[in-house]
């Protein structure tokens, strides 16, 4: 069965830093482009931080210099690493898989074929 599982949201300080994981079974995920996006209600998802499956890596301007995305392939684990996190950055977070143009580190949501159930991250004092 092909599936996408995130886990490691939870409530964070502003400041503060949560590691997301993605962990998949049914795909190898080094041969695939991953994305992270977020979501809030009523709004649009947003893709945060992309990495083609050579490794390449994309993110939207708000998120760059505090988030990294990186790749376990050991583990077929994909992170998404947020420091310096801000109320802002509160969002429901899914991560989700591109069978085509996986060279490409594109992070468009509607490229993107598979998802998981997302995991919720609040930032508040």
């Known amino acids: 069965q092909l599936q996408l599982v995130e886990s490691g949201g939870g409530l964070v300080q502003p400041g503060g830093s949560l590691r997301l994981s993605c962990a998949a079974s049914g795909f190898r995920l080094d041969n695939y482009a991953i994305g992270w996006f977020r979501q809030a209600p009523g709004a649009e998802r947003e893709g945060v931080a992309c990495?083609?499956?050579?490794?390449?890596?994309n993110y939207k301007d708000s998120v760059k210099g505090r988030f990294t995305i990186s790749r376990d392939n050991a583990k077929n684990t994909v992170y998404l690493q947020m420091n310096i996190l801000k109320p802002e950055d509160t969002d429901v977070y899914y991560c989700?898989?591109?069978?085509?143009?996986?060279?490409?580190?594109?992070?468009?949501?509607?490229?993107?074929?598979?998802w998981g159930q997302g995991t919720q991250v609040t930032v508040s004092s």
């Open positions: 990495i083609s499956n050579r490794g390449d890596t």
């Open positions: 989700a898989l591109r069978t085509t143009w996986r060279h490409l580190a594109m992070c468009n949501s509607e490229g993107f074929n598979y």
